[in-house]
């Protein structure tokens, strides 16, 4: 449902139901190794669909052409939502999948883009863009039936905050262009832990990218992306170890 506020303003109301099947991967009873981090999967036959109840409201604001500013609000209800779980085995490590009881997560996400001719003529052709979450959500989990390291946690690849930002230039025939982006997220688990492991957490990473797109004949046009400027690595750790790092 969409509320016209005036000619530059809207009020945006959603509600839906969606459902996640498991993978096959995730369902296949078979071990097998990952290439990156050499741990031993195994399929859980028995992992249900997952099903989820989303609800938002948007304020969107347009004060010119090409530039907006939004407000969002959302919550989300899973039943059945599939975690990807660290087995506290005496052997070799094992990764399987189970379903949660439940979930919640809710937040707000902030989103804003505006050309910078305001501030200098000469800025004009440049374009400023910034997008930010926060959430929270919170797992329930059955614990008759698992032995979690932490039953008071986030759901499992859930970040507190994402920030998104960039800069965007076009050239005035609009046959050039170029494009700067800074990512950060807050960290999040990849697989929770059964007990004594902790659980296994992926660490922010500051990362800044470049792309530039230029024009090589009449009709074809070529881009260069230059990516992870900041040589930020790929850092999960379980406890005070660091399982995995790599750029």
Known sequence: LTYRVNDNQNLRFAA??????????ELAPLLFREVIGFDNVLGNASLKRALISNADVRWEVYPSAGEGFS?????????NPIERVYL???GTRIITFVNALGADNYGIELELRKNLGSLSESLRPVTFFSNATLNQSKIRIDQTSASVTNAERR?????????????TWSSPSGNWS?????NVFGERITEAGEIPLPDVVEKPRHVVDLSLRFPIAESFTARIDARNLT???FRFVQGPVTRERYL
Do not use: W
């Open 231 to 233: 040589n930020a690595p």
């Open 88 to 90: 506290g085995t005496s």
């Open 71 to 79: 407000v969002s609000l959302f919550a989300k209800r899973f039943t």
């Open 155 to 167: 759901m499992v690849g859930q970040s507190p905050y994402v920030f998104n930002s960039g800069l």
């Open 178 to 182: 170029a494009t700067a982006l800074y």
């Open 16 to 25: 839906s139901r969606t459902l996640s099947r498991p993978e096959y991967r």
